[in-house]
């Protein structure tokens, strides 16, 4: 019997130790800002980063891997169209801290790559559909957790909010984009390069 989708959900649980929690994606600013404040603009925040920004790079990115691509040049496609320093830190940290752990757990060794780009590596021979799905689920729900630590916006308004983006979520993670796609978030883009300034700030990115 196969563990593969086991293992999967293992390494992108929120307790797998990444630090999901400390970024934001740029989304501190907009809530900051009073522009994102409850339930409604939330979801619509995290759905433009999903559909028109980070979320068809990652897909594109995470099935480029396990699709054969050298992993070194997809992170440099990575690193390149990363809209600010921020962005770029939280998939190279989140990516390192992915690599060490899961190379202490028996995999085989993986060093300095980028979120997207170890997963997709270490996926390999797994279904790319599922990864994908996955990972932009898991990626969603680490923004609308950062809502509930900022807003008034409860954990079940936040399921919900999870919930209404499942469509989305698929639909992403099915395209097969051979090259990679650009960002039309541009108000998101701006949101991250704004936070390498905000202070006070809770989150990271």
Do not use: K
């Amino acid at each position: 019997m196969t563990t593969d989708l086991l293992r999967l959900t293992q390494w992108l649980s929120p307790a797998f130790p990444v630090s999901g929690y400390a970024y934001s994606h740029g989304l501190e600013t907009a809530m900051a800002a009073g522009r994102v404040r409850d339930a409604a603009t939330t979801r619509d925040w995290v759905r433009a980063v999903l559909v028109h920004g980070t979320g068809p790079l990652d897909v594109w990115a995470i099935r480029s891997v396990m699709g054969g691509a050298r992993a070194d040049d997809v992170a440099l496609t990575l690193r390149a169209r990363a809209s600010s320093a921020e962005r770029w830190a939280e998939m190279r940290d989140q990516g390192t801290a992915f690599c060490n752990v899961t190379s202490a757990m028996g995999e085989p060794t993986l060093t300095d790559l980028p979120l997207p780009v170890a997963l997709g590596v270490r996926a390999r021979g797994m279904d790319a559909v599922t990864v994908a799905r996955l990972y932009l689920q898991t990626f969603a729900g680490q923004m609308v957790s950062a809502a509930t630590r900022f807003l008034p916006l409860g954990q079940t308004q936040a399921q919900m909010i999870l919930r209404g983006l499942h469509a989305d979520i698929a639909e992403i993670a099915d395209r097969e984009d051979a090259d990679p796609p650009g960002s039309a978030a541009r108000i998101a883009d701006l949101d991250a390069m704004a936070h390498e300034t905000l202070q006070p700030r809770i989150f990271r990115t």
